[in-house]
């Protein structure tokens, strides 16, 4: 991949104002065009790929928060069609060791976890694109040089900042030959296979790579009782001193996923019968099964030393590549496509401040940091490196089962969650409201400014919408407490809010969810919460004054 301009009558494809290109459509990519749409901006998707390929389930497990951002841009088949879970069960050999529910904060109507196929998601994406004037995809397009906008004002080099004057450009490779073309902003999202463009941007990956290997297969069989929780077996008597991790998915079919021999062989396995006789230990002898997909994966843990690079912003897998216990991988990709999203479409309609695109890298870093620190601990407790560590485990699981102390030191996977904006540049904090940290498995984090905002349905709200979240996706969200004059607080924001950006001031008490919203929160009379488009909160303020600092704040001022 070089950075060399074009040769002179190379076809040129210059932004038509206010175009962002996405390179890439996989979900990320797709997430960020219809996250982009959404705020009337025109998008062009890029792949390198001839047309969609979908190939089995990969991304398996969808966690709320996504699935709201999902539903809000037009693809809510995917909670619609996946198979809601909400129950996850750990054993011990052939004993349970306990069981948790995942917990709701507020009281959605979205599932907490669907399964479904990253296949049907990618389907039912591309269905909501194509469905969208504002965006258009072309196939058959390999970026192979990124030729302009990565000249930035702030961070280091040229990242960070504002992302310099120079629009996005890129060379692409095509059937016909080569093309240029270019946008305002450029947000990457090719994947694990991105490495290329990684490079091209100066951007290093640095991490590990684990030994391990682990094989998926996606069996429609019948297994009564497992048809709606997630189960997690160490050391079963079908897969001794390792692990297997059994989810269902829609359509009767179950995935099941071991940890096997770094010198795993799929083909051979398939033609001596073995994979038959492990699949059969698991589900039974005489049951009647039919693999619809199998794979072995090796799994990495690493992080993008920068997410942004001028006018050029990191999404999901190519920014970050973590072990998939936890369903962490997509989970946080579209978090990424939305939070660019939301700052590349304030930055173009003139909202934004001079740190606000310069935040992505800040919070996006900071989440996938979380992310590779829980997932790099529940791979050292999978597949421990030394034998102190082998040893550990052994202990821990055997005495999981009668001692609360060891049963929390268990680690199957922590299952995906939104992050915590505490301590970004964007939040405000509230000297009265303490962090405690990481919340502990199955509890929801503590409400300080930072935490997503918890939801909750609202029929026959006059404010119209159905769900609390779906009224801070426009602007900004003001959600105040009994005590606070609604119409001060207006007055007040008036002065600091840029000229048609949508902010709404509501109190709690006409969300029209019974009150949800408020207890989840633990807010109190005298409060005014900040939400961010994404929902995330960004400030709890005591006074009208105090909240116009904190929305200057979050529009990176
Ligand atoms: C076995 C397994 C299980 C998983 N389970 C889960 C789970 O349960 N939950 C979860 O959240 N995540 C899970 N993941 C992770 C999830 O699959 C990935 O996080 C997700 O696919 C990342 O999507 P993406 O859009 O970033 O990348 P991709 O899906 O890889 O898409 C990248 C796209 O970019 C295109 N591209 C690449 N280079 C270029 C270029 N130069 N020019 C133009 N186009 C280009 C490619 O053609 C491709 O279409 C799992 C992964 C694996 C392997």
């Keep these: 991949m070089s950075d060399q301009p074009m040769p002179e009558g190379t076809p040129s494809d210059a932004a038509p104002g206010g175009r962002v290109l996405v390179i890439g459509a996989g979900p990320v990519g797709q997430t960020a065009a219809l996250c982009l749409a959404r705020w009337g901006i025109p998008v062009l998707v890029l792949d390198a790929r001839p047309a969609r390929d979908p190939v089995g389930s990969k991304a398996l497990c969808q966690q709320r928060d996504v699935l709201d951002v999902w539903d809000a841009c037009g693809a809510g088949a995917v909670a619609r069609e996946g198979l809601v879970w909400q129950d996850a069960r750990t054993f011990y050999r052939d004993k349970e060791l306990f069981f948790y529910r995942i917990p709701d904060p507020g009281r959605s109507s979205l599932p907490p976890f669907v399964n479904i196929s990253q296949a049907r998601t990618e389907e039912i994406l591309d269905e909501a694109i194509a469905g969208n004037p504002l965006i258009e995809v072309r196939w058959g397009h390999e970026v192979v040089a990124i030729t302009g906008g990565t000249g930035g004002t702030g961070g280091t080099g040229g990242t960070g900042g504002q992302g310099g004057d120079e629009p996005a450009r890129v060379r692409c490779r095509t059937a016909d030959g080569e093309t240029e073309i270019e946008g305002e902003y450029a947000v990457v999202a090719a994947g694990s296979r991105g490495g290329a463009l990684r490079e091209a941007l100066g951007v290093a990956f640095p991490g590990r790579t684990f030994e391990d290997s682990f094989l998926i297969c996606d069996i429609e069989a019948k297994l009564k009782g497992w048809e709606n929780e997630r189960r997690f077996y160490f050391d079963p008597e079908w897969n001794p001193g390792r692990q297997v991790l059994i989810h269902p998915c829609p359509g009767g079919i179950f995935r099941i996923d071991w940890q096997v021999d770094t010198d795993f062989d799929l083909a051979k396995e398939r033609k001596k019968g073995t994979l038959d006789k492990r699949i059969r230990k698991v589900i039974g002898r005489k049951r009647k099964y039919r693999i619809d997909w199998a794979s072995v994966y090796r799994f990495h843990a690493r992080m993008a030393d920068h997410f942004q690079v001028g006018r050029f912003f990191l999404a999901g897998d190519v920014a970050h590549l973590v072990a998939p216990f936890g369903a962490r991988g997509l989970n946080s990709g579209v978090p990424d496509a939305e939070n660019a999203a939301w700052k590349i479409a304030f930055a173009l309609k003139g909202w934004a401040g001079p740190g606000l695109l310069g935040s992505y890298e800040w919070e996006r870093q900071a989440a996938a940091r979380e992310n590779l620190a829980v997932t790099s601990a529940t791979m050292d407790f999978l597949v421990p490196q030394t034998k102190a560590a082998a040893k ?142 994404d929902a995330h909160t960004a400030a709890c303020a005591h006074t009208p004054e105090a909240l116009a600092v904190a929305v200057r704040r979050v529009l990176g001022h």
């Excluded at 049963?407 to 199957?412: H, M, N, Q, R």
């Design 392 to 533: 550990h485990r052994v202990r821990v699981l055997s005495r999981a089962r009668k001692d609360p102390g060891n049963a929390a030191l268990v680690d199957s996977g922590r299952l995906a969650e939104a992050f915590w904006y505490v301590d970004s540049p964007l939040t405000t904090a509230d000297p009265h409201r303490f962090w405690p940290g990481r919340p502990p498995r199955g509890a929801s984090p503590t409400p300080v400014p930072g935490v997503i905002l918890p939801d909750a349905d609202t029929p026959g709200a006059a404010h119209g919408a159905t769900r609390v979240r779906g009224l801070c996706r426009d602007g900004l969200l003001v959600l105040v407490g009994e005590a606070v004059d609604v119409h001060e607080v207006e007055g007040v924001l008036s002065d600091v809010v840029p000229r048609g950006m949508p902010l709404r001031v509501l109190r709690f008490g006409e969300l029209g969810d019974g009150g949800v919203v408020a207890h989840a929160l633990d807010a109190r009379a005298d409060e005014l919460w900040l939400v961010r488009p």
